[in-house]
């Protein structure tokens, strides 16, 4: 089944459903009808992607990947979504804020010093407020945001 919205400048499949059905979905996409443009780089289109088991969770969750799909963007082989993004399996094991990837337990200060991040097992940043000391100023130093005393 496939439902239409403003005409043909969005189309949507819900492959799901007629594949529940027994209905076999072919590919109607081409370049020049209703093309479909995967905007994350090392992904690719597909009329049925998997998202699930090419997830970087799926590295280290064994929680089971449903059985339906869906139209979308799929990361190229050799790469996992994690954030939005298709990166290799090295940058999975790691947190992501602010397009930067943190590794396990590292710890960061904002840019103003008003939190500090760390990254959990759980690959989540988790933040709590934070300032300086009186007698410090919020800088970069090494790269690094930091407190450092005035004097």
Not at 57 to 68: A, F, H, K
Not at 104 to 122: F, H, K, L
Not at 138 to 151: A, D, F
Request: charged residues 15%; contains cysteine; aromatic residues 8%.
């Amino acid at each position: 089944m496939v439902h239409s919205h403003h005409a043909t400048k969005q189309l949507t499949l819900k492959p799901t459903s007629e594949a529940d059905a027994g209905i076999a979905i072919k590919p109607w996409r081409t370049q020049s009808f209703c093309p479909y443009t995967c905007s994350q780089e090392h992904s690719h289109y597909e009329l049925c992607a998997d998202v699930c088991s090419t997830s970087c969770s799926s590295l280290y969750d064994i929680t089971s990947c449903p059985t339906t799909c869906s139209e979308g963007c799929q990361c190229d082989t050799g790469y996992f979504f994690q954030n939005g993004l298709c990166v290799t399996p090295d940058l999975c094991n790691r947190c992501f804020l602010n397009s930067v990837f943190y590794t396990i337990n590292e710890t960061i200060i904002s840019e103003d010093c008003s939190q500090t991040c760390t990254c959990t097992p759980r690959h989540v940043m988790v933040c709590d407020s934070y300032s300086c000391a009186s007698d410090e100023i919020c800088t970069v130093l090494g790269g690094k945001v930091q407190c450092i005393n005035k004097g």
